[in-house]
């Protein structure tokens, strides 16, 4: 039971799609049942207050199924929720509307002075992103994105390895992220027509790259197919192929591939196919996200309704060993970690050094926008390599210098390169 002295952070959520099941929903609801607790702040509550979609009716579908999990909440729907969202007394914003939406949502929510959480990847241009910096920055609130991948196990042991010295100096590697058919196919029908798949999903690993190895962003190249989801010579990508060049503080560089999907098959054995491998100058690091030891037969049910290698440690759903149900894995974590560093904020302690914590709360690029630079400049450059193939220009090259703040796309033998940014 909450007691007098319990704070509370009332959450709004801005989108309610499969992210929203998959991690927020399960998070609000251990919050609900369990409370959420720290040294500096006491008890703690994070109700899911106001929800904001377009239609409102997966909001009213959860309402439903949702009672006795969850508090009671607002649901707005239509042009207007957002704005209704946010005058309904929320502290902070989670964005998971599609990808190219989320600038206008977090651009409202920060000039609200709300907090702000954002689904990867956070903005598609560097000139959205620098504008949400400085708005937070103005607001005196944090803005942050979600990468759950850095929360890996997997991804912090190789990330140790790498910091603590033991591999040393990454040449090259090449990670893939494959999706079913199903997410395009059904899924994400609605929003999909010009989209692709790298944005969507390579940007886990430029950002896993870019964390975990620091560097400098120097060169994006990228190639692509089209016909399965829609017509060959349009703007929506089935597959996606980035290349990213970075640079070290010794002069050296390396190349990494990135290879995206959503046509794989649907009867694929694991839901999503995510595989990476990194050469170092001492060593190698082949990791895959599936195969970690887990491999599930029951007739009739895999691999659709249940997936034959199963990824627990994203987001799995338990029988403890102590009787109750649980749903948990780094995709909620990282949910988690972030309200804390809200909480933290706001309530871990006097008024007068909240200053000092929001400071503290910001240093950390592992979510902070201000650490997202290179990753949105990497994906900025794929978005407009792919517009430039679809009318008709195919290999462009994007050269990034954001030292000086600049982008420039060129293609082979022309002259004049254009300024992205
Ligand atoms: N971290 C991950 O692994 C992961 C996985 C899937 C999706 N995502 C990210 O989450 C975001 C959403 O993806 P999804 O899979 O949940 O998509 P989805 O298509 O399942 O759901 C999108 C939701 O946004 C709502 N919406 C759309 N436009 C809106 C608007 N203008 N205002 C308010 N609501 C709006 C829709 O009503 C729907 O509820 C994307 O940015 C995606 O990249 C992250």
Not at 83 to 92: A, I, N
């Amino acid at each position: 039971m909450p007691t007098a002295e319990t704070k509370s952070l009332r959450a709004g959520m801005v989108g309610l799609g499969m992210i929203f099941d998959e991690t927020y929903r399960p998070f609000f609801e251990w919050a609900h049942g369990n409370g959420l607790w720290s040294r500096e702040t006491g008890p703690l509550e994070a109700p899911l207050a106001a929800v904001a979609t377009r239609t409102g009716k997966r909001a009213e579908a959860y309402k439903k199924s949702s009672q006795g999990k969850i508090a009671d909440f607002q649901n707005f729907r239509g042009d207007h929720a957002i704005d209704e969202l946010l005058k309904s007394g929320v502290d902070f914003v989670c964005i998971a509307t599609p990808d190219d939406r989320h600038f206008d949502a977090a651009k409202k929510a920060l000039d609200a002075g709300k907090h702000v959480l954002i689904e990867k990847p956070s903005v598609l241009r560097l000139q959205e992103l620098d504008e949400l910096i400085a708005l937070a920055a103005r607001h005196n609130v944090l803005a942050k994105v979600v990468y759950h991948k850095l929360l890996d196990p997997d991804h912090k042991k190789l990330r140790t390895l790498v910091a603590d010295g033991v591999l040393k100096h990454v040449n090259n590697g090449y990670c893939s992220l494959l999706e079913p058919k199903s997410v395009s196919g059904s899924q994400f029908a609605e929003w999909i027509h010009g989209r692709n798949p790298g944005t969507y999903v390579a940007v886990h690993y430029v950002k896993l790259i870019d964390f975990m190895f620091g560097g400098r962003l120097k060169t994006v190249t990228a190639t692509g197919q089209r016909g399965l989801v829609g017509p060959q010579d349009g703007p929506t990508w089935d597959s996606v192929q980035m290349r990213l060049i970075y640079e070290y503080d010794d002069g050296r560089e390396a190349a990494f591939d990135i290879h995206t999907s959503w046509v794989a098959p649907d009867n694929f054995p694991g839901y999503v196919e995510q595989e990476v491998q990194f050469r170092f100058d001492n060593g190698v690091w082949n990791g895959h996200s599936r195969k970690r030891g887990v491999e599930l037969t029951v007739e009739g049910r895999t691999p659709h309704e249940f997936k034959t290698t199963i990824n627990t440690h994203y987001n799995g759903q338990f029988l403890e060993p102590w009787g109750e149900r649980s749903q948990r894995g780094y995709g909620i974590e990282v949910i988690e970690r972030f309200v804390r560093e809200v909480a933290f904020v706001e309530h871990g302690g006097p008024k007068s050094e909240q200053e000092t914590r929001l400071r503290k709360m910001r240093s950390l690029n592992y979510n902070d926008l201000a650490a997202d630079r290179q990753t949105v400049a990497a994906v900025q450059a794929l978005e407009a390599i792919l517009a430039e193939a679809a009318a008709g220009r195919p290999d462009a090259v994007v050269r990034v210098d954001l030292a000086k703040n600049v982008l420039t796309l060129s293609h082979t033998g022309t002259a004049s390169p254009q300024r992205l940014v």
